[in-house]
């Protein structure tokens, strides 16, 4: 909502108070003001002049040279390049020496051989907005009404003196979508009157019931419709200080009829319509909802196809407006009109809703009919829209007025007590500062005891329970003025176990040199399928806003592929990301699906580049597993987690183990498939994802303290030979199970599969390191232990120690 | 004899003096104090001497025999002390060299703001609560005072699934769960993190998802005021203790009296600036008095119990704070990007 400081000064007495400091007031009383616009934006010297003389420009076809009068010295030579200037016309002209928006000076300027003393200045020139410039005037100079003084400030007479506060509604306060709810709000602020605006009606022989009978079928969406009939009106533009009223609040100045509206529109925050009476074809205005397939071609010349959920007005039987939303142009008023219907309705926030969203049209009327307007204004500002028509329009008003009323009125009527107020906000306020803010609300209040019982206006119906009191009074009274305290009570706070080993896991792998991503759950129905740990069918939008984000991700690592593929295409093919995140596993339509958090990351390109060094390390499976090793170790699951060779769709068929933990499958890791990274254009790419809900699930054993060995221990290496599908893991529990209990570690040291070997063979050398606690082991000892382990390798597995 | 043993030791000394290895030191050494050298022969003829001449002659011949051979240990003492600090000065190597990197990675800048709040808040007696990012339109609207048709749901146009479940447009739905939970019994003390999804086109200042952080405390004596302190405590303690907050009135359907949060401007000092769109603050947080229909329905009896209520965006706070133009590099995920933000402040 746009407010003008000067037309606010109609109705509030603003004497000492400027408009950045009315802006600041209101914003901290409630509703915040976006911005104080100041109109003339910095414009000298633009006055009113009469243009005595227009003739061709001698070179040039499309300027004319004109002689015009600026009530100061002789009249000046004018090149003008607007197709519309004429002799006679009083325009505005910027002088030698004025500033146009935008710092531009006006200077004294030969054109095409031709001496110019100034500029014709057409509206946008002066700052107006191209799309709120009446038409008449939207391709060429204004063109001001024939009393306008020669030599008066142009800018003045435009309104544009002024400045204008912008307010940012919320859904609650509709009441100030009008300049008078705005007038009661700034008052209550100000403690100052509201000055209301006057309507003085001469009675007429003619009955406006004669003209016309209206008929409501639609009570529940339509409570309450006026109409009153206005003969003899003279259509025209409006007076230019209402023309410059609409157009400082972003409206486009019609004609007089239609500005009328417009303007209580601003005033009451009341939408009205204006029907040419005469094009109605009938004397009956029915209210009722639309039929299916109806149609109604709107003002704006499209033809609207309307249902059962529209509510329309007709002449009996044809549509002649969308209620609320747009009138039909087979009644619009034109230049022709000489009687209108103006329509002063009250309509249901939710049928004008719907009917706007249906048909994409939200306007300045609809919106305040969606937000509800104050239903004790509609008729008064029906009556104030006739009396300014018989005015500025010079049309004569019948007696009456036409109208279906089923609206109740209720005001709400709200008690509280001074304890609950004082409770709430922490505060120590006595009654007479409560019965103050009210009476500045102009809320009737009465005080019984400590309660005090508050009528609010209808005008303000969004006062309803003891909070809205509470608050009316928390904001008058001002936010600065409230105590600063701290709850009651001593609780201790802390992280889950669940929330405390997420964070451990992304320490880890930071620590590990993996950054933190942050992609999107939203991904294509194509890609949410990939890669998935579990397959559900995916989860769609009912309404996309594109295909590309139309399904929940059911992995993580087809948007970290993404990641990938974008930073490559930017010279960074070296990268390691992780993300942890929510998939989203379908439990059917109709209710909320599993949703687990999980874990994955992806590496490509070098680990490691020392370059001056000449070290350098692409990423591998082993990279990766140990990255993965080293975060089941820090959960103290590395006992209870297994690879396991596998497939996996995407997948490089060689290079991908499921991980297990306890048994059950958790996730997978391994080398993206060489065909989807050359599709994807991107290098080598190792990818985990682990189910996150799964591993933190699981609590890994007490910590406990064991005691270093005060022994030696005594190593023994072995290279084994096998057969080349045979994995370490398969000899490692082999060996860890026969070398107890004097086995305290064994590991790979060596892989050998060069050409040296058999065919269909391989050699792996392990370290076995025997120890015990309690005394030095002997050579004997350790060499029967070392034995059984050998001969179990060669029985289990067929591994022979290398000759 | 006596002049020949003096000659004998200055001409041995000169020689030390003037050796430059440890080769040549020890030739000197075999030279003068070996079997063959010339004071052993010197020695040989003391045979001629009397028997009172004798003693003195030997004690003579072993003074500078002592002398030569102290000397030579000093000079090879020296000379091994420069033979290892010429193997040192061999050895020196360009220090402005690069170091052989150590790989971090670090957390996501959103994470950060994230983690920055929890800690805060937990230091307060707060826990952390989180919930399901596909809720059910109850939640998400109805049990947050927002029916079917009401008008404040339009400015948060939402991701329907079903007409029932949508993506949450706030983290809301977690307090009306949590507060569900408690069965309108005892207090509340929480924080709810996380992500978010409302249907606006991607641009600089727009997400179609991003992140949330709420708080809400449900109480039997929680005041307005107790939110005024703790969002200034909050306030001075992520922004800095110079920082200045007001509060202003607003609107927010699950809370009554409802207000936003504003911080004076870093940038500009509270003069304005293009940051601050000429105002002096920015706004941080809404906030507000859990409203009476939010309580009821989650089961609290709301003449008994009172509660406050705020929400905020990591998002704005990390863009604030770290001065990000564009909503867009969260969600992109550049590297140059992610690497900014592993450093301590
Ligand atoms: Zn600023």
């Known amino acids: 909502m746009f407010v003008s400081y000067k037309w606010l000064q109609e109705y509030v007495d603003l004497t000492g108070v400027t408009a950045d400091e009315l802006a600041e007031k209101i914003t901290k009383s409630g509703i915040e003001v976006e911005g104080v616009e100041i109109l003339n934006k910095g414009i000298k010297g633009v006055v009113v002049g009469h243009v005595l003389e227009r003739e061709q420009h001698p070179n040039a076809d499309k300027l004319s040279k004109c002689l015009v009068d600026l009530g100061e010295g002789e009249p000046v030579q004018i090149i003008c390049g607007a197709p519309n200037v004429a002799k006679g016309q009083k325009v505005a002209v910027a002088k030698v020496g004025a500033v146009l928006p935008g710092n531009f000076k006006i200077k004294k300027a030969k054109l095409r051989g031709e001496e110019s003393n100034g500029m014709i200045c057409s509206l946008q020139e002066l700052g107006i907005e191209g799309k709120i410039v009446p038409k008449e005037y939207s391709e060429g100079i204004f063109v001001f009404p024939q009393e306008a003084e020669v030599g008066a400030d142009a800018i003045a007479l435009l309104g544009r003196d002024d400045q204008v506060l912008e307010l940012s509604l919320t859904p609650n306060r509709a009441d100030c979508l009008s300049m008078l709810g705005v007038a009661y709000e700034v008052a209550a602020i100000l403690g100052r009157d509201v000055l209301l605006p006057e309507s003085n009606l001469e009675p007429t022989a003619e009955k406006a019931a004669d003209y016309v009978k209206v008929t409501v079928e639609a009570h529940e969406d339509n409570p309450l419709y006026a109409a009153k009939i206005i003969k003899n009106v003279k259509i025209g533009p409006s007076p230019l200080w209402l023309q410059a009223r609409l157009m400082n609040a972003g409206i486009r100045p019609h004609n007089n009829v239609v500005d009328i509206t417009n303007y209580i529109l601003l005033e009451y925050g009341q939408p009205l319509h204006a029907f040419d009476y005469d094009r109605l074809g009938s004397k009956e205005i029915l209210v009722r909802r639309a039929h299916d397939g109806e149609k109604l071609v709107t003002l704006d010349d499209m033809e609207r196809t309307l249902t059962s959920d529209h509510l329309v007005i007709t002449n009996g039987t044809e549509p002649v407006a969308l209620a609320g939303v747009m009138g039909g142009a087979n009644s619009e008023v034109t230049s022709d009109t000489t009687t209108v219907l103006l329509e002063a309705a009250y309509f249901n926030g939710q049928t004008v809703r719907k009917a706007s969203k249906d048909h994409g049209l939200r306007s300045e009327a609809s919106a305040r009919f969606e937000k509800g307007v104050d239903p004790n204004r509609v008729q008064l500002a029906g009556e104030r829209a006739a009396y300014l028509m018989a005015k500025f329009a010079g049309g004569e008003v019948l007696e009456g007025t036409v109208m279906v009323n089923t609206l109740k009125v209720e005001p709400a009527v709200v008690s509280i007590t001074l304890e609950k107020i004082n409770r709430v906000l922490g505060t120590g306020l006595e009654m007479s500062q409560v019965k103050d803010i009210f009476d500045r609300l102009q809320f009737e209040a009465a005080i019984e005891g400590d309660t005090i019982t508050v009528t609010a206006p209808t005008r303000r119906g969004d006062i309803k329970i003891e909070e809205d009191l509470i608050e009316e009074v928390a904001r008058l009274y001002g936010y600065d003025n409230i105590p600063k305290t701290l709850p009651v009570g001593t609780a201790s706070g802390k992280l889950s176990a669940y929330q405390k080993k997420r964070r451990d896991v992304r320490n880890f792998l930071e620590g590990a040199g993996l950054y933190q991503t942050f992609t999107y759950s939203l991904t294509s129905e194509e890609k949410a399928a990939q890669f998935a740990l579990e397959t559900r069918e995916a989860i769609r939008l009912a309404m996309p806003m594109s295909e590309d984000r139309s399904v929940l991700r059911l992995s993580i690592i087809p948007q970290l592929l993404e990641v990938v593929k974008y930073n490559s295409a930017r010279q960074n093919d070296s990268l390691a990301v992780y993300e942890t995140g929510n998939v989203f596993l379908s439990n059917g339509k109709e209710v909320l699906p599993d949703e687990e958090e999980h874990v994955a990351a992806a590496i490509t390109g070098l680990w490691h580049n020392h370059s001056w060094q000449g070290e350098k390390k692409p990423v591998d499976f082993f990279v990766l597993k140990g990255i993965l090793e080293g975060m089941f170790e820090k959960l103290g699951l590395n006992d209870r987690i297994e690879f396991v060779q596998a497939q996996v769709e995407g997948m490089h068929p060689g290079r991908t183990a499921e991980i297990r933990l306890n048994g059950t499958k958790i996730g997978f890791a391994g080398q993206v498939h060489p065909n989807v990274q050359k599709d994807l254009d991107i290098k080598d790419t190792y990818v985990f994802e682990l189910s996150l809900k799964a591993l933190l699930a699981e609590n890994a054993e007490p910590l406990f303290y064991e005691p270093i060995p005060r022994f030696p221990s005594i190593t023994r290496d072995i290279a084994l030979v096998v057969n080349k599908e045979t994995v370490s893991g398969t000899l490692k529990e082999i060996i860890v199970t026969e070398g107890a209990p004097f086995l305290k570690e064994a590991h790979v040291f060596d892989l050998y599969e060069g050409d040296k070997m058999e065919e269909g063979k391989k050699s792996i050398a392990f370290s076995l390191k025997y120890v015990d606690t309690e005394r030095t082991l002997t050579d004997e000892e350790v060499t029967k232990v070392h034995e059984k382990v050998l001969a179990a390798l060669e029985e289990k597995a067929g591994a022979v120690l290398r000759g | ?345």
């Not at chain 2, 025999?65 to 040192?88: F, Y």
């Not at chain 2, 939110?227 to 303690?237: D, N, S």
């Open chain 2, 1 to 345: 004899m006596q002049e020949r043993l003096k000659e004998l030791q200055a001409e041995a000394i000169q020689k030390i003096e003037q050796s430059s290895s440890l080769k040549e030191l020890n030739d000197i050494r075999v030279a003068y104090l070996g079997k063959k050298g010339p004071i052993t022969e010197v020695l040989r003829g003391m045979g001629k001497l009397s028997a009172e001449e004798r003693p003195i002659m030997g004690a003579l011949a072993n003074e500078v025999r002592e002398a030569i051979a102290s000397r030579l240990e000093t000079k090879q003492a020296e000379l091994e002390a420069a033979a290892v600090q010429a193997k040192l000065a061999s050895e020196t190597i360009d220090v402005t060299l690069p170091g052989r990197p150590v790989k971090a990675g670090n957390h996501h800048p959103l994470t950060r703001i994230i983690e920055e709040i929890e800690d805060l808040f937990i230091g307060m007696g707060y826990e952390i609560a989180e919930g399901p990012e596909v809720e059910q339109d109850y939640y998400n609207f109805e049990a947050l005072n927002l029916p079917k048709g009401h008008p404040a749901r339009d400015m948060q146009d939402s991701f329907y699934i079903t007409e029932e479940i949508l993506l949450r447009t706030h983290t809301s739905p977690v307090q009306a769960r949590t507060m569900e939970k408690h069965q309108g019994k005892g207090p509340i003390k929480i924080i709810c993190p996380g992500k978010v999804y409302r249907r606006d086109n991607d641009d600089a200042t727009h997400s179609h998802q991003f992140m949330q952080i709420e708080g809400l405390v449900v109480g039997e004596n929680i005041r307005m005021s107790d939110l005024k302190g703790t969002l200034e405590i909050f306030a001075k303690k992520m922004f800095g203790e110079d920082r200045e907050i007001r509060l202003r009135p607003s609107f927010f359907p699950f809370t009554e009296p409802s207000v936003e949060m504003d911080i004076s401007c870093k940038i500009c000092g509270g003069h304005g600036c293009s940051v601050c769109k000429q105002t002096g603050w920015i706004e941080i947080l809404g906030a507000g008095m859990v409203h009476p229909n939010v309580l009821e329905m989650a089961g609290y009896d709301s003449k008994k119990y009172t509660g406050f209520a705020f929400g905020m965006g990591p998002e704005r706070i990390a863009m604030l704070k770290y001065g990000i133009d564009d909503i867009r590099h969260f969600y992109t995920d550049d590297i140059r990007f992610l690497m900014q933000f592993a450093k301590h402040e």
